[in-house]
């Protein structure tokens, strides 16, 4: 079974920072790519920001220059800095990974809960 628990949600004003932490945790074989998905109501999910194992990370056009995200490995974690916060930044963010569970060592993906971003003053 793998799980993955995001942290560091909540209400920020405008132009204010947040953090976010996700981390996967389990009978895991492998991670590949992690990231950060956002929904608001009404719409569909869109891709935030992606890391794979290896190599650079890409970003949505929205949040380039303002959002960074990493991962430690050893960890099995993926954070979201979250800088430079508008109102159209809030949504619920939700964390993926790409991951081999060690009972059937495939990759697929797995989601977080969600945490709820909100930027207002």
């Known amino acids: 079974q793998v799980q993955l628990m995001e942290s560091g949600g909540g209400l920020v004003q405008p132009g204010g920072s947040l953090r976010l932490s996700c981390a996967a945790s389990?009978?895991?074989?492998?991670?590949?790519?992690m990231g950060w998905y956002r929904q608001v109501p009404g719409k569909h999910r869109e891709l935030v920001a992606a890391?794979?194992?290896?190599?650079?990370?890409n970003y949505a056009d929205s949040v380039k220059g303002r959002f960074t995200i990493s991962r430690d490995n050893a960890e099995n974690t993926v954070y979201l800095q979250m800088n430079s916060l508008k109102p159209e930044d809030t949504a619920v963010y939700y964390c993926?990974?790409?991951?081999?569970?060690?009972?059937?060592?495939?990759?697929?993906?797995?989601w977080g809960q969600g945490t709820q971003v909100t930027v207002s003053s």
């Open positions: 890391i794979p194992s290896g190599g650079s990370a």
């Open positions: 993926f990974g790409v991951v081999a569970p060690t009972v059937a060592p495939t990759l697929r993906s797995y």
């Open positions: 389990g009978s895991i074989f492998r991670i590949a790519g």
